[in-house]
């Protein structure tokens, strides 16, 4: 596709309950980055891949959280045993270089722990 | 580790004016890069301006421009002739070239308020 897409778009689950949500990244793009937005903040850091290396996971806040990438393509991100504090926009971004080109955002997944 | 520093929460603009938002950064890699995004209220990331480190020449694009001290490490937004549009959230960021200062941080924002 054109852009990075990222599904769901919404997602309401029950506490304790796990959730994936997917993120496609623009064709080509080696960098991959995850974060989290709670209403009315900024954007927080969750995890970040860049081709084959071992990802940056010092943004994951618990073990409840992982994240996997299969090569430069699709990625998805678990949270298990969802808890309400969960309740955020999850954001995907992609760019093709390391350093200096910038990242372009997906849609986010808004999720919603009840 | 990287951090970004935007002090002005919130900033207030007549249509038509210019305004400036503000942004402090603190690295120890030699080579980084420093972005600005508008977040409306719709969500969605929307990517403005770039600046790279060794860029001689501040970075401009189209009523945005970047005011790039190096040796301050402040990389300030100036929106010039304010629309309503453009009214929203916007993010400072920087990615570094060295190990965790790959992974792109974020300040924590502040809202612009475009009034008529």
């Known amino acids: 596709g054109a852009g990075v897409s990222q599904s769901p778009s919404n997602k309401v689950t029950e506490k304790g309950k796990d959730v994936e949500l997917r993120c496609d990244p623009i064709s080509g793009h080696t960098a991959l980055y995850w974060y989290r937005q709670r209403l009315g903040q900024g954007l927080e850091f969750l995890i970040y891949?860049?081709?084959?290396?071992?990802?940056?996971k010092s943004g994951l806040p618990s073990d409840r959280f992982s994240a996997e990438r299969t090569g430069e393509s699709v990625s998805t991100l678990t949270i298990q045993r969802t808890q309400q504090e969960d309740s955020a926009v999850y954001l995907c971004?992609?760019?093709?270089?390391?350093?200096?080109?910038?990242?372009?955002f997906g849609q986010g997944t808004r999720l919603t722990v009840v | 580790a990287q951090k970004i520093t935007q002090t002005q929460p919130g900033m207030f603009v007549q249509e038509k004016e210019a305004v400036t938002l503000d942004c402090t950064y603190d690295?120890?890699?030699?080579?980084?890069?420093l972005f600005w995004y508008k977040q409306p209220s719709s969500g969605e990331m929307i990517f403005l301006i770039y600046?790279?480190?060794?860029?001689?020449q501040n970075a401009t694009e189209g009523r945005y421009s970047l005011n790039f001290q190096k040796a301050r490490k402040s990389a300030n937004l100036v929106i010039s002739a304010s629309q309503l549009g453009d009214s929203a959230m916007y993010f400072c960021a920087m990615r570094g070239t060295s190990g965790s200062a790959r992974q792109l941080t974020f300040g924590s924002g502040t809202q612009l308020t475009v009034l008529p």
């Open positions: 891949f860049q081709g084959n290396s071992a990802p940056d």
């Open positions: 600046q790279g480190s060794y860029d001689e």
């Open positions: 690295t120890s890699d030699q080579s980084y890069g």
């Open positions: 971004a992609s760019s093709s270089r390391p350093d200096n080109t910038e990242a372009f």
